[in-house]
């Protein structure tokens, strides 16, 4: 009899739910692709974001504002594709949610085309209302305070937020109003660890940091800031790798294997049978034509 191996379970906002019970910290992390989504899948990450920052990462834009609905839902199919177990929680991208029936519109298109469990929305008190009509609608949501990255145009440039007083309260009202909202959790971005850690401890949801102190019930950090691929690591990140330079040696000691002819070498090179190819170029016996004198003559031995 031949064993098979269980398919592994999908994990749920009811999961997330019990980490956060259980006093366990949850680590999540950003995916954009297939390869990366299997690696992070593989290492137990139990929610994978794949957020609009992979506008700026990995297609070169100034900011978030610029990504489209039609390449989140293509980052997130990748990223569905290469999970098997994580929850993948889809961004929605600007003026993807200006209204609630767009909101609905759309967050029902990455749940239903490209597979994803989730979806995050930026802003806290401005955005209760869609984040109420998506949770009503049966669409798990992530809410997303503090800087919000999809108003940067309006913020003007990225900074901690809520140092003041009056940032202080508006943001707790916001942590408040995405927790009666119906959202599953929230992440708290650039936000002095002193409030994270106060918003924390005054809700009922798990708050996921960046840049925002080791108060929180769980962080995350973009997949390029963890392995180093990025030419600028922000002071909130930890590399643990430094890919950046692995892949730049990896390529210079290609390019000058190829130039010196050293790849491919042996153990990279298929070869055929020589008679094979000898048949097939013409050079074969048998295409030698009839009456032909051999090379090297006519052989001693012929009877004449």
């Known amino acids: 009899m031949s064993a098979t191996s269980e ?38 990450i139990p929610i994978l974001l794949v957020g609009d920052s992979v506008g700026q990462v990995m297609l070169g834009y100034e900011t978030t504002v610029r990504v489209t609905m039609a390449e989140m839902v293509h980052h997130t199919k990748a990223v569905v594709r290469g999970s098997t177990r ?56 992530m809410g997303h305070i503090g800087l919000t990255p999809q108003t940067i145009n309006a913020v003007g440039k990225i900074r901690v937020q809520g140092k003041t007083r009056d940032q202080a309260r508006s943001l707790i009202a916001d942590a408040l109003a995405v927790q009666e909202a119906g959202a599953f959790s929230m992440v708290l971005e650039l936000v002095p660890e002193q409030l994270a850690a106060a918003i924390t401890e005054r809700v009922r949801i798990p708050t996921i940091g960046i840049g ?16 180093g691929l ?12 430094h890919v950046r330079d692995t892949i730049r040696e990896a390529a210079t000691a290609y390019a000058a294997d190829v130039a010196t002819g050293t790849f491919p070498g042996p153990e990279q090179t298929v070869r055929m049978d020589d008679a094979v190819l000898d048949d097939v170029l013409g050079r074969g016996s048998s295409d030698r034509p009839a009456g032909s004198v051999p090379i090297g003559g006519i052989p001693l031995d012929r009877d004449l």
Do not use: W
């Not at 759309?106 to 984040?131: P, W, Y």
């Open 212 to 227: 925002a102190g080791a108060g929180c019930s769980g962080q995350v950090q973009i997949i390029t800031d963890l392995i």
């Open 86 to 141: 994580a929850l993948v929680v889809a961004d929605m991208p600007f003026l993807s949610y200006a209204t609630p029936d767009q909101a609905v519109e759309n967050a029902g298109i990455f749940l239903r085309e490209a597979g994803a469990q989730a979806v995050k929305v930026e802003g806290g008190v401005r955005s209760a209302r869609i984040i109420e009509t998506l949770v009503r609608a049966g669409i798990p949501v």
């Open 230 to 241: 990025g030419d600028f690591i922000p002071r909130h990140a930890r590399p643990y790798a």
């Open 7 to 44: 398919t592994p379970r999908r994990l749920t906002i009811v999961d997330v739910a019990k980490l956060y019970a259980d006093g366990q910290r949850i680590a999540m992390l950003t995916a954009y692709d297939f390869p990366t989504a299997q690696l992070l899948d593989q290492a137990g």
